[in-house]
């Protein structure tokens, strides 16, 4: 294990309030013309805001049920609640912002598979690793209205660990050949949204003392996912913005599988 002072060296100099592995799992708030991604953990939670464009939605290719379940969880329907404990807080002790991959590497003596492809106008900006839930995010600098994230997680036995798209989203199985092996992978547009309107500032917790929030699946949304496992580990490469209009910019299906195939 390293010690406090390495990992002291290794951080970046501003930790972020935001830890990406969570965003796939909670839904974003919707309003008349933007999308805003939150984590709903406090009334307080960080806003980050994205225009997203309509996307048409690829066609869906059948594919094994038991792939299926494992890298995507279907929702009964198209809308369901989130719960969330209000008085939860990322762990200062456990999740760390790091101004590099070696640096990452070489303080908790991982390895962490990386794109070794570069796209212009995308770079590696900062890297993310939770040590207490085994997951890691690098989040890209990105062109204007757009994002990519790379994460990494340790497979575990919670169901939850697994992201939650909607009941009639389509899947798209695609595979994806790196220099360790030919791997299965799902590629899914989408993503879970409330209406702004509709949030209370003050929410009341139900008798668990966990807050609950309505949230709708939207297919058309400008979030784009690829997802596979390999080794023990779950990775996702997620491209926001853009509709492929600009290629110079957009990153789209094609985008995300090269992006995966060259992670290493």
């Known amino acids: 294990m390293p010690t ?12 972020s309030p935001e830890f990406y592995q969570r965003m796939a799992k909670m839904p974003w708030k919707r309003s008349t013309s933007t999308w805003v991604a939150k984590r709903l953990m406090t009334a307080a939670a960080v806003f980050a805001a994205l225009t997203l464009t309509v996307l048409a939605v690829p066609p869906l290719r059948m ?23 209000p008085a939860a807080t990322d762990s200062p002790q456990a999740a760390f912002q790091f101004n590099g991959i070696e640096a990452a590497e070489a303080a908790f003596g991982i390895d962490m598979l990386a ?21 890691y995010t690098l989040e890209y600098t990105a062109p204007p209205g757009r994002g990519l994230l790379i994460m990494g997680s340790a ?5 939850n660990d697994v992201p939650l798209i909607g009941a009639d989203a389509p899947i798209t199985p695609v595979e994806i050949t790196t220099p360790r092996g030919v791997f299965a992978a799902q590629y899914v547009i989408g993503l879970w949204a409330v209406d702004a309107a ?6 009341t917790p139900n008798a668990e003392g966990l807050i609950e929030q309505e949230a709708e699946w939207i ?12 080794a023990g580990w779950f990775y996702e490469v997620i491209a926001m913005g853009g509709s492929g209009d600009l290629p110079d910019r957009d ?11 060259s992670m290493g």
């Not at 990992?7 to 501003?14: F, K, T």
């Not at 509709?198 to 929410?203: Q, W, Y």
């Not at 297919?219 to 390999?230: F, G, V």
């Open 4 to 15: 406090e002072e390495q990992i002291v060296q290794a951080l970046a100099a501003e930790p």
């Open 63 to 85: 594919f094994a049920q038991e792939i299926i379940d494992t890298l995507f969880r279907r929702a009964e329907s198209n809308t369901t609640t989130f719960e969330y404990d």
């Open 115 to 135: 794109p070794t492809l570069e796209i212009e106008g995308y770079q590696i900006g900062q890297v993310y690793f939770d040590a207490d839930e085994q997951t």
């Open 155 to 159: 497979v575990s036995d919670d169901p």
């Open 198 to 203: 509709a949030v209370d500032i003050r929410p």
């Open 219 to 230: 297919p058309d949304a400008s979030l784009r996912r690829l997802r596979w496992q390999e």
């Open 251 to 261: 990153l789209m299906q094609d985008d995300l599988i090269a992006l995966a195939e």
